[in-house]
């Protein structure tokens, strides 16, 4: 099994520039999660999503937009990117609310010029 | 609101020594409480979790870790180090039947031969 795919692993854009993340999961889970890893900020969830149809917004949601497009994908989208938005982003997933466990893609780093 | 606060950046242990990692933690309610450990360039991974019952949680890699209540705290222990235990680690916090799972900033564990 793949577990949870992200892509692509790499990205660079200019200020300004608009781009999406995509994610993945087949393990059939119903929550998935977008969170960006910072120097000395640790992991800082950005939105996240209890079941199909339904977003909801983490800690820093500002600048991000979310897609919960079916049951497998959680596409995250920089309308206009911000060098402020360098940084590795993590998507995961869990069977659902409260006790499960996360599994963790292997994460998207995204440099803004 | 429901935070995590790691209080030491590193953790610095010399292998076969016993080590700990701390965490304390806000919640309005019953918390759920995690680890995770982050090898370089990876995503995070499971190590154990707090739900209820028994205060003392035992993990993979023979890690585990002491729920005390009436300090807030969920701190992360190892009998015997190993040079490979040598990591980043977070902490991270939800509570009951919510999907919002809220992580430390993280502890960089070094153990040195």
């Known amino acids: 099994n793949a577990g949870v795919t992200q892509t692509p692993k790499f990205q660079v854009l200019k200020t300004g520039q608009s781009m999406t993340l995509q994610c993945a999961q087949d393990?059939?889970?119903?929550?998935m999660y977008w969170y960006r890893q910072d120097p000395g900020m640790g992991l800082r969830l950005i939105y996240y999503?209890?079941?199909?149809?339904?977003?909801d917004k983490g800690e820093v949601p500002n600048g991000y937009n979310v897609s919960r497009l079916n049951k497998r994908e959680f596409s995250l989208r920089l309308e206009s990117a911000a060098p402020s938005q360098t940084s590795v982003y993590f998507c995961?997933?869990?069977?659902?609310?409260?006790?499960?466990?996360?599994?963790f893609g292997a994460g998207s780093r995204l440099t803004v010029l | 609101a429901q935070s995590v606060a790691q209080p030491e950046d590193q953790v610095n242990v010399a292998e076969g020594n016993p080590l700990t990692v701390k965490c304390t933690y806000s919640?309005?309610?019953?918390?759920?409480l995690f680890w995770y450990v982050q090898y370089p360039n990876r995503g995070l991974q499971f190590l154990l979790k707090?739900?209820?019952?028994?205060?003392l949680v035992k993990g993979s890699y023979g890690f585990e870790a002491e729920f005390n209540k009436s300090q807030t705290s969920f701190h992360l222990k190892k009998p015997s180090a190993l040079v490979s235990d040598s990591a980043l680690y977070f902490c991270?916090?939800?509570?009951?039947?919510?999907?919002?799972?809220?992580f430390g900033t993280g502890t960089r564990l070094q153990v040195f031969p």
């Open positions: 995961a997933s869990s069977e659902g609310a409260g006790a499960n466990v996360l599994t």
């Open positions: 393990m059939n889970h119903n929550s």
């Open positions: 999503s209890a079941s199909e149809g339904t977003t």
């Open positions: 919640v309005s309610g019953n918390p759920y």
């Open positions: 707090y739900i209820t019952g028994d205060n």
């Open positions: 991270a916090v939800s509570v009951y039947n919510t999907d919002k799972l809220i």
